[in-house]
């Protein structure tokens, strides 16, 4: 089971049609939305399907339940040491909990900035410019949960706070500047940004007719770096900022079901097609986002998506690992329907940070 974008599909497509040619086992894949890949509970996949594509907060959550196997105990240690070396970022280190590898990356994402060539020069750079664009009706962002909640993340870090997940309060006194400047660029933007996700913004920011230049909080898609993929391809750059760090780390990783027949051969099509050599050649010139460092450093992939890769390698390399104990990912979408509900009627930040802490509180 993956999910239902090009993104997410077509390369996995791409390497079941190998790996059978290769004398591997013939294996067809499902798709289910981007909103139910980050909600829907992955035990439930785990007794219908071999092979789950996952989100890495689910972690914590999958680990309790005991449904996906420890790759550790399946993989070759050299293939493993393969893939952690080359990992983009905190991809690889985002699948391993409680002294276990549930997944291996095969996708590697965060929030960075995209911009459309010729509606604007070049990215932006600063904070004063977003909001000057903003103003101009030419830039939005994704508000639909849980991107709301990922851009406040991304702010706080952005703005040097360090979010403390293993503590009772998720965000510290320090972290008000960044609610305030995501409330005054969400009082800014077209109301219908609170039903967007980055799909929605991209798919907009692409039409021949749309006067959008700029999303400058939005997860990274290397689809829309293509020639011909929409009417207009649309660039990718890091953050508007000088030090791009802190960005809500996203991606996804391959995990093996604990309830299938052969987890054996199904964690060797997993470490198989999360190595180095299948991300950059197959995975990448599929329509897939690499998690692996051979595919964002090659400069033949890199030319095929308008420097998608080393545009916005700082922004992944400085991002932020989000918590990923069991209760986190019903936190994520209280807090992001709560946090819509402070945007929307002009909240202070003392009260809705309060509100949110009160959530994560909860949650542990």
């Known amino acids: 089971m993956t999910w239902d974008h090009p993104r997410g599909y077509d390369p996995l497509a791409a390497a079941s049609r190998v790996w059978a040619e290769m004398g591997g086992e013939t294996i067809e894949w499902d798709r289910r939305s981007l909103q139910d890949f980050e909600s829907y509970p992955v035990e439930e996949l785990a007794r219908r399907y071999d092979l789950i594509v996952i989100d890495h907060p689910h972690v914590g959550q999958v680990a309790d339940a005991g449904c996906l196997a420890a790759l550790e105990t399946l993989c070759d240690v050299h293939a493993l040491s393969g893939i952690a070396a080359g990992s983009v970022g905190g991809s690889f280190e985002s699948y391993n909990w409680s002294g276990h590898q549930w997944a291996l990356p095969i996708d590697a994402a965060a929030q960075v900035q995209a911009w459309v060539p010729g509606r604007i020069d070049a990215p932006l750079r600063d904070w004063d410019s977003v909001i000057a664009l903003a103003r101009q009706g030419r830039l939005t962002i994704p508000l639909r949960p849980p991107h709301s909640l990922m851009s406040l993340f991304t702010l706080s870090g952005l703005a040097g706070v360090t979010l403390p997940v293993d503590g009772d309060e998720l965000f510290p006194e320090a972290a008000r500047p960044a609610y305030e400047r995501l409330?005054?660029?969400?009082?800014?933007?077209?109301?219908?940004?609170?039903?967007?996700?980055?799909?929605?913004?991209?798919?907009?920011?692409?039409?021949?007719?749309?006067?959008?230049?700029?999303?400058?909080?939005?997860?990274?898609?290397?689809?829309?770096?293509?020639?011909?993929?929409?009417?207009?391809?649309?660039?990718?750059?890091?953050?508007?900022?000088?030090?791009?760090?802190?960005?809500?780390?996203?991606?996804?990783?391959?995990?093996?079901?604990?309830?299938?027949?052969?987890?054996?051969?199904?964690a060797a099509f997993a470490a198989w097609v999360a190595s180095g050599a299948t991300q950059r050649m197959l995975y990448a010139l599929s329509g897939g986002q690499p998690a692996h460092a051979d595919a964002w450093e090659d400069r033949g992939v890199n030319a095929l998506v308008s420097d998608f890769y080393v545009a916005t390698r700082k922004t992944l390399d400085r991002a932020w690992l989000r918590p990923r104990h069991d209760g986190y990912m019903a936190f994520q979408h209280a807090a992001s329907e709560r946090l819509n509900q402070a945007l929307r009627s002009g909240e202070t930040a003392a009260m809705a940070l309060a509100a949110l802490n009160a959530l994560y509180r909860n949650s542990k």
Not at 190 to 200: F, L, V
Not at 207 to 228: C, E, F, M, N, Q
Request: proline fraction near 10%; aromatic fraction near 8%; glycine fraction near 12%.
């Open 183 to 266: 409330a005054a660029l969400a009082a800014e933007v077209d109301p219908s940004a609170y039903e967007q996700d980055p799909i929605a913004v991209l798919e907009a920011m692409a039409r021949p007719d749309s006067k959008l230049a700029v999303s400058p909080l939005i997860y990274g898609y290397v689809s829309y770096s293509l020639g011909g993929f929409r009417p207009r391809r649309i660039g990718f750059a890091d953050l508007p900022a000088g030090d791009p760090r802190g960005s809500a780390l996203g991606g996804t990783g391959i995990a093996v079901s604990a309830f299938g027949e052969s987890p054996e051969r199904a």
